[in-house]
């Protein structure tokens, strides 16, 4: 069983407030929104990519007590994996081999937005790996397989968005609910997985592994379930992470 560390409860007052009320709203709200797409939709298959979204099924799953955790599988879809474009292939053949029956398959991705580059290279590499698929599989499988964007987004600092981001925006692919900040993002105390480490890159950036270390409940991190919990009427006491042996079986399973 993977480590798990939890804060005792005296340590819950000891933390610094990640997010003011109005920054919180704001991201609920279009997280709220967010939800009510899925339930309208109903996808065959939530893909939450690694490490972001990981917290996005956390807050859903709290605003929808109905929400389908057993539909969410994890991608290590990041460009904090030195070899992102050969495991991102690997994990979508592996995806399709054992999902796929031949008939129609609906696939929602949910995403943080910024700049929209990170969500424009999943989907290529989405699209290359369909590809690859099809011409083993031996017919055309566009039609039957659909892929959707739903993304909470944030405004860049300058105040543009990638041009291919754009582009699958226009065309229906990708669809954003923007809020003041995304309180998650790049924000290691409001996200509980820890992945092993690689090497240091070129650049000097720490890469990551696709394997699974452990997990860490911050006391920023159950707050803000709290948080969440108690804007939606439900039990703080109540809520917890989900998922966690899944996304580590998500990884192995389609890395084989």
Same mark, same amino acid.
């Given at each position: 069983?993977?480590?798990? &560390?939890?804060?005792? /409860? ?61 539909? *969410? ?47 424009? =290279? ?20 566009? =039609?039957?397989?659909?892929?959707? *964007?739903? !993304?909470?987004?944030? /405004? ?22 923007? /809020?003041?900040?995304?309180? /998650? ?16 890159? =070129? ?8 394997? *699974? ?19 939606? !009427?439900?039990?703080?006491?109540? *809520? ?12 192995? &399973?389609?890395?084989?």
């Amino acid at each position: 069983m993977r480590k798990r &560390k939890v804060f005792k /409860t005296k340590e819950l007052v000891q933390f610094m407030k990640q997010y003011n009320q109005k920054e919180f709203d704001s991201y609920i709200e279009a997280m709220r929104k967010i939800s009510d797409v899925l339930r309208s939709e109903k996808p065959d298959y939530i893909l939450a990519p690694i490490i972001g979204s990981v917290p996005l099924i956390d807050v859903l799953s709290i605003i929808d007590r109905n929400f389908p955790v057993e539909n *969410v599988e994890y991608p290590p879809n990041s460009s904090r994996f030195s070899n992102r474009e050969e495991i991102i292939a690997r994990w979508y053949h592996n995806f399709f081999l054992d999902n796929y029956d031949g008939g129609r398959m609906s696939l929602i991705c949910l995403d943080e937005v910024i700049s929209g580059s990170s969500s424009s =290279k999943g989907y290529k590499e989405f699209r290359k790996s369909l590809k690859k698929f099809e011409d083993e599989f031996g017919s055309y499988l566009g =039609k039957k397989i659909n892929y959707k *964007v739903l !993304g909470i987004g944030e /405004t860049p600092r300058n105040h543009k968005r990638n041009h291919n981001f754009l582009k699958l925006v226009n065309n229906g692919v990708v669809k954003v609910f923007e /809020t003041k900040r995304i309180i /998650t993002s790049d924000n290691i105390v409001l996200n509980p997985l820890r992945l092993k480490r690689g090497e240091i890159n =070129k650049q000097g950036r720490q890469t990551y592994l696709p394997v *699974v270390d452990k997990f860490v409940l911050t006391p920023e991190y159950l707050n803000l379930l709290h948080d969440v919990a108690s804007y939606f !009427g439900a039990n703080p006491d109540g *809520v917890s992470p989900v998922n966690e042996m899944k996304i580590a079986r998500s990884l192995e &399973k389609y890395l084989r």
